[in-house]
């Protein structure tokens, strides 16, 4: 998915989820909470990155996004050209799955509510990329 759908289903979850806190955390801490799933749900794709460094063995795709960060969220078609689309399709989501579970496993420490709050993110945000790579979406 793109980043912008991605921010949009972040958007929906994370309003969501605050509605269901709104009892139990004050105003401020829902504005933090809001603010951190919205940017979860779309820079947890920066383990793309990763997986595209090893399929073609250096960092040329993160720098060409860091050089002109117009091009990484206006053509992200292009954005991992040369990468076996087959291949990060599948690694990806294994990154997503280690990347949410260790987060979550983290903050589970910290603050349940927010661990079980992103591991919801990251879970959504996984199931979209799964419907857009069957093509349900």
């Not at 090893?54 to 990468?83: I, K, M, N, Y």
């Amino acid at each position: 998915m793109y980043s912008r759908e991605h921010v949009a289903i972040g958007a929906v979850v994370s309003g969501l989820g605050v509605a269901a806190l709104r009892a139990a955390l004050p105003s401020p801490a829902l504005a933090a909470l809001f603010a951190y799933v919205l940017l979860l749900s779309v820079f947890i794709d920066l383990d793309h990155f990763l997986v595209a460094r090893r399929h073609a063995g250096d960092w040329s795709h993160l720098r060409a996004c860091v050089s002109d960060p117009v091009f990484a969220f206006t053509e992200q078609d292009e954005v991992f050209a040369g990468v076996p689309e087959r291949r990060i399709r599948t690694e990806r989501l294994l990154s997503h799955a280690l990347v949410g579970g260790a987060l979550t496993a983290a903050l589970a420490a910290v603050s349940v509510p927010v661990a079980l709050f992103t591991a919801a993110v990251v879970y959504v945000h996984v199931v979209a990329d799964l419907l857009r790579d069957a093509g349900f979406a």
